[in-house]
């Protein structure tokens, strides 16, 4: 294993060390480090989210399909599909409140310019009353 010429030690040292430091065998922590890494690259780039699941399992290594979804859903408690779906529910759901807040924040402008613009006018009708009584 190449993990334990890393280290300069044999796989059985390598595997005791991986065990008492993670609580974990060597290929549940290596299956957790590459959902993890899935899980990031859907978080952070949403091409991934378009992906299908035997995509993204390519992406990661994953020998099947089905052992990347098992392993999805075991670390995440659901499956990669409704993991991308959540996202994009976020994505959506962050946008519309941008766009809420950009359309309050420009009619709040507005309605400043236009306040502003009648104050103006209220204060040229009286100057000019004042000046012709």
């Not at 979804?69 to 670390?75: G, L, P």
């Amino acid at each position: 294993m190449k993990l334990a010429s890393l280290f300069n030690t044999n796989t059985k040292y390598a595997y005791k060390i991986i065990a008492k430091y993670r609580n974990k065998g060597i290929i549940e922590y290596i299956t957790d480090l590459k959902i993890d890494h899935i899980i990031e690259l859907l978080k952070n780039e949403t091409k991934y989210r378009i992906y299908k699941n035997k995509s993204l399992a390519d992406e990661d290594g994953f020998g099947s399909t089905q052992n990347f979804t098992r392993a999805f859903k075991t670390q995440t408690g659901i499956s990669p599909s409704c993991f991308c779906m959540e996202l994009n529910k976020s994505l959506t759901a962050d946008i519309l409140n941008n766009c809420k807040e950009n359309l309050n924040n420009s009619i709040a402008s507005s309605v400043r310019t236009v306040v502003s613009a009648f104050r103006i006018k209220l204060r040229l009708c009286l100057i000019f009353k004042f000046l012709y009584c």
